[in-house]
């Protein structure tokens, strides 16, 4: 099967169990890469036969900036259940991370794999 993938998609949003992260937006990496098929799009170099990875980014990036969560769990099981809805897209993997979360560590975050139940 085929992927499309966005790396290390920079943004902000609520995301954090400490009150200082509840009140201002924190720097959020996100990467992602869902499986379908583009044998169809690419056969007639057609976008519109397939998940076009600009809308892709640009949906992440409103979910994101638009959502409140304690956790990067929470957060990103609802990103996943948000890119799902597509239902070209058989799976999705998603990394979120969080620059500068804990001292002396580049980032902090949470990987998933979740699969399309349709």
Request: hydrophobic share 50%; net charge negative; charged share 20%.
């Given at each position: 099967m085929?992927?499309?993938f966005i790396k290390n998609l920079g943004?902000?949003?609520i995301l954090g169990?400490?009150?200082?992260?509840?009140q201002k937006p924190q720097e959020i990496l996100?990467?992602?890469?869902?499986?379908?098929?583009?044998?169809?799009s690419a056969q007639d170099d057609d976008i519109s036969q397939t998940v076009n990875y600009s809308t892709l980014a640009k949906?992440?990036?409103?979910?994101?900036e638009?959502?409140?969560?304690?956790?990067?769990?929470?957060?990103?099981?609802?990103?996943?259940?948000?890119?799902?809805?597509?239902k070209r897209i058989q799976e999705a993997w998603l990394r979120v991370e969080k620059p500068n979360?804990?001292?002396a560590a580049e980032s902090v975050g949470v990987e998933?794999?979740?699969?399309?139940s349709a």
């Open positions: 085929d992927r499309i943004t902000k949003g169990i400490h009150s200082h992260e509840q996100i990467s992602a890469a869902v499986t379908l098929d583009i044998v169809q949906d992440i990036l409103r979910f994101t638009a959502s409140h969560f304690l956790t990067i769990e929470a957060f990103i099981e609802a990103l996943a259940r948000q890119i799902l809805a597509d979360a804990v001292p998933i794999i979740r699969k399309n």
